[in-house]
Structures are given as C-alpha cells and as structure tokens.
C-alpha cells in the first residue's frame, strides 16, 4: 500500500498529461449539438429594432437561414461581421441575427456604426433562446433549412475561409434538397 501512495502523484501526473494532450486535437469550433436534426426551440422574444414586435421561430422560416448569435461585446463578432455584410450581399442565404446578452442601444448603435447584414435581429437581452440553443459563448452561428431544421452549429466567427470549410458544402446539399423537393 506504501509503494501505491509513493507513485500516487506520478499517476496522477500521467492521467492528467493524457488529458491535456488529448485536448489539443479537439476543435472547439465543432461543439456537438444535441439540436442538430432538430427545430428551432420554439421562442417568442422582441426584435432588435423594434421592442413592440415580438419574433418567432416562424419569422426564421423559408429558405435557408444562417441564425447567427453575435454581441457588442463580443471582439470575434466584430472580426467577423464585415464578411457577415458581404455573406448578405451575395443572397447565399438568409442572414438573421441573436443579439445575445447586450444592451439594446449599444447592439442598434453596432449595427448603425458597421452595416447591418441581418434580415432581422432578435433580442435576447436575457439569453434565454442562447440557453435553449446550447450557446456558450458569441460568436456562434446555426444553419436551419427550408423546414426549419437546424442542420449545424459552428462557435467561432465566420470569414470566407471558414464559410468554404464548414458551410459551403452544407449549403449546396440544401439546395439540391430544395430542387428534389424533399
């Protein structure tokens, strides 16, 4: 019993080098989503822009939708959003915005100050619809089909790099879904 407690940090020392060297071939990009197959979790929350109208899931319905959840505070979310303005230009897709976390005048003055590339912007001062999302943190962005199914989830801010990595491809199976009428 001596002899195991003498090595008792060594093996501890072992188990935890494991982990940790585990750890760096993870891609914290490609988080597992529990809603990934699944509908938007149903929400009834404010737009950005105007406190008396309140969103649905049935305003992100129709073609395919980027749900993309971004914050002033949030230094990745201005990284990205100049190419989120040339995403919108393209008609690739449908851009809506999740103001996650913020402060209303300061996300209205963002969006003022850089280009506003969503369609609409719902306001999730609470968190709440980033909760039931499985949000940990902004930037994240989802991909909902023409059914409204949620088909991924990326954590990370989006650029052209990363669009033709993870979303090109997912997009073009979309649509050849959409032409087969499935």
Known sequence: MGKVIRFLPLIV?????AVLYR???LKPQELPSALVGEPVPAFSLPSLKNADTVLTPADLSGDIV?????ATWCPSCRYE???LLDLAKSGQVSLYGLNYKDERQAALKWLDDLGDPYLLNVFDEAGRLGLDLGVYAAPETFVI?????????FAG???AKVWQQEFASLVKTIRQEQARGE
Do not use: C, E, S, T
């Open 145 to 153: 089909d023409h059914h409204g199914i949620i088909r991924k989830r």
């Open 157 to 159: 801010p989006v650029d």
């Open 13 to 17: 020392f072992i188990a935890l080098g």
């Open 23 to 25: 750890g760096l071939f």
């Open 66 to 70: 980027l749900l993309n959840v971004w």
């Open 81 to 83: 959003h100049p190419y």
